[in-house]
């Protein structure tokens, strides 16, 4: 049995370890310096305000409800996401719309998240799924006409640019996450980036149980023994632990996205001529990417070419089943462009630890058992 290639993987070296180290010398562990310093080299990056958080999932959850949204209102949000998109959205109290994608850039169809709109609309959630985006100017056009917030779901897109400019450097509200296997990590973790001041200020309380102004007073390692609360608050705060890991990785990103890029880049050479498997195609130039996905043709069975690829010792994903089709939202609508593709597209293995020999292999071992699979 040789090593398996994992389908992802954290890269963590000794001076994320150094650094974790320090921090617990420190005994210190809670929200602190370690987070202000790591929120200000976000700041740095993005050119924009940034507050650190617990993870991506409760950065949509407080972006959602620092704009005043809960029960009653409509977010139109794609089926095809990852399930902590729908949670964040749900766990407010407001309804998620289902809006389909379209089929080239696995990103929400405008036009059908247009058809939802209803007066009850009070945002848009693009994914940036993989790390790529489509039209993003439609979007924040339509945001615009309607008067609605737009919140990204960039979890995918850590340092990817759209027409120049890093995601997260303009627009309205972006979130991030810093989940083991993201572009950047901090073990768990995420982000909020807007120039939304107000809004800043409204998460910094909301991530501390919604002690006002708590943390200017965690910054300097005290505490508000005396305060008020006016909403409802959340433990959604980032460690000084966290922190210390997020300070590094950021330091190393440009080795990771120049590695991501690479290989995706590999796998589309390798792939292109293949006629069961098309790459989703994205601009690797400007997307860093977080996961490498294609489609292969619909007469293979998904969970098949899993099990064959297993025992090749490569681990595939498959990203995302559905929100729309789940017994907790079983939201009652057809959305055909969403349903005709999830069950072709796989995920191969993507991470900086991946070198060049394990991308050809992999994507020779796939082109060889789609082969012996063919009618
Ligand atoms: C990872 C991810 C999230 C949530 O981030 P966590 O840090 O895991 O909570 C949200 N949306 C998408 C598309 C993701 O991939």
């Given at each position: ?122 945002a848009i959630i693009p ?9 993003i100017?439609?979007i924040y056009?339509f945001a615009k006409?309607?008067?609605i917030r737009v919140i990204e ?18 627009g309205d509200i972006s ?201």
């Amino acid at each position: 049995m040789g090593k398996m290639i994992k389908l992802s993987k954290s890269d963590i070296g000794f001076l994320e370890i150094f650094s974790v180290i320090k921090t617990l010398r420190k005994s210190y562990l809670g929200m602190g310096d370690e987070v202000q310093k790591f929120e200000n080299k976000l700041k740095h990056f993005f050119g924009r305000e940034v507050v650190c958080v617990a993870n991506g999932t409760a950065a949509i959850q407080l972006a959602l409800e620092s704009c005043q949204i809960g029960k009653g209102d409509e977010v139109l949000v794609p089926s095809f996401t990852f399930l902590a998109t729908y949670q964040a959205i749900s766990a407010t109290g407001a309804t998620p719309i289902s809006c389909d994608i379209d089929l080239k850039t696995l990103i929400i169809d405008i036009d059908d998240a247009k058809n939802k709109w209803t007066t009850k609309t009070k945002a848009i959630i693009p994914v940036y799924f993989t790390g790529g985006y489509g039209d993003i100017n439609a979007i924040y056009d339509f945001a615009k006409e309607k008067n609605i917030r737009v919140i990204e779901d960039a979890a995918h897109a850590f340092g990817s640019r759209f027409e120049n400019k890093l995601i997260g450097s303009f627009g309205d509200i972006s979130c991030f996450s810093f989940d083991g296997i993201k572009n950047i990590t901090s073990g768990e973790g995420g982000c909020v980036v807007t120039n939304d001041r107000t809004l800043i200020e409204t998460i910094k309380n909301k991530r501390l149980l919604g002690v006002i102004n708590d943390t200017e007073n965690r910054y300097l390692g005290k505490r508000s023994w005396t305060f008020d609360v006016t909403e409802q608050g959340w433990r959604y705060h980032m460690s000084n632990i966290m922190a210390s890991i997020g300070i590094v990785q950021l330091k190393r990103f440009k080795y990771f996205s120049t590695k991501r890029r690479k290989l995706a880049k590999l796998y589309d050479s390798l792939l292109t001529n293949s006629e069961s498997i098309k790459p989703i195609l994205r601009n690797y130039d400007d997307v860093v990417p977080h996961i490498y996905v294609v489609q292969i043709d619909s007469k293979f069975e998904r969970n098949y070419i899993r099990q064959e690829l297993q025992k090749k010792n490569i681990e595939i994903g498959f990203h995302y089943f559905p929100n729309h089709l789940l017994s907790y939202y079983n939201i009652n609508e057809k959305l055909p462009q969403t349903e005709k593709i999830f069950k072709n597209l796989i995920s191969l293995p993507l991470h900086t630890k991946l070198k060049t020999t394990d991308v050809k292999y992999v994507a020779n071992t796939l082109i060889e058992i789609l082969a012996k699979n063919e009618n």
